[in-house]
């Protein structure tokens, strides 16, 4: 049995001629799944033996909703599914005026080691495939009745660790025959594996980088992020310059305010000089607390200080809106929660 979510159109079109079914079948097949009919049973325009011989080789790989989280102020919705094996993901989806967007996982699990993250605790478990990272728009789409159209490659888990995968992903919903959601509207964050960063350039899309950077320099960086032993901050700039030339894209540089760690004023100028002439943007997230670690958050007046920096040196920096912190909405807690509360 395979997950039809893995297929492309083209691949179900070249099996139903195979089965000496009518090819237009396949797209009539994806767009009720895109609709949100998640049984072959359901889609009416299909003829009843060609849906039992759907089934004797498909399913439909929807994870299964385990646990729906809300937000008080309805923005931020936490969902917490579970594939057919029984492994446990989370995804995000933020209700913004400029519509619905989604934070999925590209892996169960992590194994880059950040220290701050949840996610990585225990390690990686194994890679979601391209139809798995798909399930999860479908299913949340399903979930709050509305149509998703941006999404971030943020949540459990290291894209490039999985690069293949995350590409046919990538590809798969920028489709007209898929989600048809655009390649701007799709950004993908990165700890920043330096070789994957400038085969990402070569794909020539137009997506979104961004760079998990939180630190300013490979001493700091090391103490945190263990990538940092592999690939210097030096070598991530490099790889930036390259796919800002190949892409004409901004990158983002993501950046997690430690309190006492790097949210200090050398640190901000720093920051600035390491990214001076390039173009990209700062996004400066007051750090997660989480129960694992003792990594405390940067006040509001040291961030916006922080801010301030490096605005006067021309730099745009946002500070992340926290959303969704009444619901656990970073980075694997959920996750983690639910499985210590079964052992
Ligand atoms: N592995 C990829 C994408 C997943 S992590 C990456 O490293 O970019 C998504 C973002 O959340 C990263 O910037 C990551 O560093 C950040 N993050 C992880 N734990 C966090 C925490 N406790 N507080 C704030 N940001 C966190």
């Known amino acids: 049995m395979e997950n039809i979510l893995d297929i492309s159109i083209e691949m179900l079109k070249n099996w139903m001629k195979e089965k000496g079914e009518k090819q ?12 949100g009919i998640f049984e072959f049973d359901d889609m009416k325009n299909i003829p009843k033996s060609t849906k039992e011989i759907l089934k004797e080789n498909f399913y439909i790989g929807i994870p299964k909703t385990v646990a729906r989280l809300e937000s008080k102020e309805k923005d931020t919705y936490k969902f917490l599914f579970a594939y057919r094996d029984g492994n446990l993901i989370e995804s995000v989806v933020m209700k913004y005026k400029h519509g619905n967007s989604i934070c999925v996982s590209t892996q169960i699990g992590c194994r880059m080691g950040c220290k701050f993250c949840a996610s990585t605790i225990n390690g990686i478990v194994r ?35 999985n690069y293949e995968n995350v590409v046919k992903f990538i590809k798969l919903i920028n489709s007209e025959n898929g989600l048809n959601i655009g390649q701007r509207h799709i950004t993908l964050s990165t700890c920043g594996i330096v070789p994957k960063i400038k085969t990402l350039a070569d794909e020539n899309l137009q997506i979104t980088l961004a760079i998990s950077l939180h630190a300013t320099n490979d001493e700091l960086r090391k103490q945190v992020m263990p990538v940092a032993n592999k690939y210097s901050i030096s070598e991530i700039m490099e790889a930036c310059r390259y796919y800002i030339n190949k892409t004409n894209r901004r990158v983002t540089f993501e950046y997690a305010l430690v309190k006492d760690f790097n949210d200090s004023f050398e640190n901000a100028e720093e920051l600035a000089s390491l990214l001076r002439g390039l173009l990209c943007h700062v996004n400066l997230i007051p750090v997660n607390e989480i129960k694992e670690n003792d990594f405390k958050k940067s006040t509001n007046d040291n961030i916006k200080k922080f801010q301030q920096r490096l605005l006067k040196h021309n730099i745009e920096t946002t500070i992340r809106k926290e959303m969704g912190s009444d619901i656990n909405a970073a980075c694997g807690q959920l996750r983690r929660s639910y499985i210590e509360s079964k052992v």
Do not use: C, H
Not at 24 to 35: E, L, N, P, S
């Open 24 to 35: 237009f079948r396949a797209k009539q097949v994806f767009d009720w799944i895109y609709k």
């Open 127 to 161: 890679n979601l495939t391209s139809g798995e990272i798909l399930a999860q728009i479908l299913a949340a789409q399903k979930e709050i009745n509305e149509r998703i159209s941006n999404v971030v490659l943020m949540g459990s888990g290291e894209p490039f660790d």
